[in-house]
T-cell receptor, first 127, second 110 residues
Framework: EMQLVQSGAELKKSGESLKISCKAS????????IGWVRQMPGKGLEWMGV????????KYSPSFQGQVTISADKASSTAYLQWSSLKASDTAIYFC????????????????????WGQGTTISVSS | QSALTQPASVSGSPGQSISISCTGT?????????VSWYQQHPGKAPKLIIF???RRPSGVSNRFSGSKSGNTASLAISGLQAEDEADYYC??????????FGGGTKLTVL
């Protein structure tokens, strides 16, 4: 069974750093893009960015470029999302999700939906 | 890169059919045959229910169907059931190796 298991909830202060994780199992980790999605309290889903664990190619939404860093460790089949300096506005639930397929090449890939989701990691940042 | 436009809410009675629209532009919804739809119950992770505009993952009820015309995609749910009450989101590629979600639609089963 394909599964993504995320790290637990975090309570942090503004200015602190944080790295959350998403561990994959049940499929070949290096062959599928993994994406991160933000859901602020009471709000909708926002597409943050994706990583291809096979070569660590990473793509970010313009809204999140420079605000977060996405990485992956092939040896442990784990993807990560990190912040160097949290803000109160980073308070949200963060989901990781496996991309079921992709097309395109080089600078323009397109993604065929997110078919396996993690349970979400709640991050609360106090000012 | 703007969120795709969905109605904030829709409602229907058990057994009825409803439709949720998702409007974008030729740079996203209209430019690819890759709209996906997600169902999210409160406190849960989203679940993929439609991909590539019209395809259903195995295990998803055939009461859910997707369609698209130009820059507007639609999700239809027939034979509404209480368990269908949830938030629904569309998603599309948006160029430059990114994707974008719709604002979400809250479905109420009366």
């Amino acid at each position: 069974e394909m599964q993504l298991v995320q790290s637990g909830a975090e309570l942090k202060k503004s200015g602190e750093s944080l790295k959350i994780s998403c561990k994959a199992s049940g499929y070949k980790f290096v062959d599928y893009w993994i994406g991160w999605v933000r859901q602020m309290p009471g709000k909708g889903l926002e597409w943050m960015g994706v990583i291809y664990p096979g070569d660590s190619d990473t793509k970010y939404s313009p809204s999140f470029q420079g605000q977060v860093t996405i990485s992956a460790d092939k040896a442990s089949s784990t993807a990560y999302l990190q912040w160097s300096s949290l803000k109160a506005s980073d308070t949200a639930i963060y989901f990781c999700a496996k991309i079921r397929d992709y097309g395109g090449n080089g600078h323009n890939y397109y993604f065929y939906g997110m078919d396996v989701w993690g349970q979400g990691t709640t991050i609360s940042v106090s000012s | 890169q703007s969120a795709l436009t969905q109605p904030a809410s829709v409602s229907g009675s058990p057994g009825q059919s409803i439709s949720i629209s998702c409007t974008g532009t030729s740079r996203d919804v209209g430019g690819y045959k890759l709209v996906s739809w997600y169902q999210q119950h409160p406190g849960k992770a989203p679940k993929l229910i439609i991909f590539e505009d019209i395809r259903r993952p195995s295990g998803v009820s055939n009461r859910f169907s997707g369609s698209k015309s130009g820059n507007t995609a639609s999700l239809a749910i027939s034979g509404l059931q209480a368990e269908d009450e949830a938030d629904y989101y569309c998603c599309s590629p948006a160029g430059d190796s990114t994707s974008v979600f719709g604002g979400g639609t809250k479905l109420t089963v009366l």
